[in-house]
């Protein structure tokens, strides 16, 4: 599995409902589960974001899939990264000449 790094801020209506923000996570994770991706951690943050997400995904589509449902739903705009393990930049190292 891939891994990812997402950054979101809360939109005008999450902060509205900020109390709810642990719940979300929880329906998020859930809804990740359900589209084959995994949510390994979330972090609540202070500064330029306000939840930091680390997932497991089996591709990009998935991932990005998961990106655009939880957007839809108006609590959050995320900014989502690849993220590559120490392998597999030695991998990716190896190919640069």
């Known amino acids: 599995m891939a891994k990812y790094v997402s950054l979101l ?5 999450g902060i509205r409902n900020v109390k ?6 929880a329906a998020a994770t859930a809804e990740a589960e359900k589209m084959g991706a ?7 943050t202070m500064g ?3 939840v930091v997400l ?3 995904s089996p591709d990009d589509e998935t ?4 990106s655009l449902k939880l957007g839809s739903l108006g609590n959050v705009k995320s900014q ?8 597999e930049m030695e991998s990716i190292l190896a190919k640069v000449k």
Request: aromatic share 16%.
């Open 20 to 25: 709810d923000s642990v719940k979300r996570a």
């Open 9 to 13: 801020q809360f939109t005008d209506q």
């Open 63 to 66: 991932v990005s899939a998961f």
């Open 38 to 44: 995994k949510v390994t951690d979330a972090f609540w």
């Open 54 to 56: 680390l997932l497991d």
């Open 80 to 87: 989502t990264m690849r993220a590559f393990r120490r392998e």
């Open 48 to 50: 330029a974001y306000d």
